[in-house]
């Protein structure tokens, strides 16, 4: 994992000033962390059943806008 992160490539802040971390963070992990991250690129794998679902349908959401 880097020890280092870029903003505006690994993560950004978002309206509330909350860190986000990138697509790209989350590949170059290599694995989902389970915490339900907005970018996700795993599918919200480790993330248990009644919350990934949640998720999932608004990620589908996000990418119907």
Do not use: W
């Amino acid at each position: 994992m880097k020890l280092h992160l870029k903003e505006g490539e690994d993560y950004y802040y978002n309206e509330q000033g909350y860190i986000v971390l990138t697509e790209k963070y989350h590949l170059d992990r290599g694995s989902c962390c389970g915490n339900g991250c907005m970018h996700c690129p795993f599918d919200y794998e480790n993330v248990p059943e009644a919350r990934r679902a949640d998720l999932l349908q608004k990620q589908q959401q996000r990418c119907r806008q």
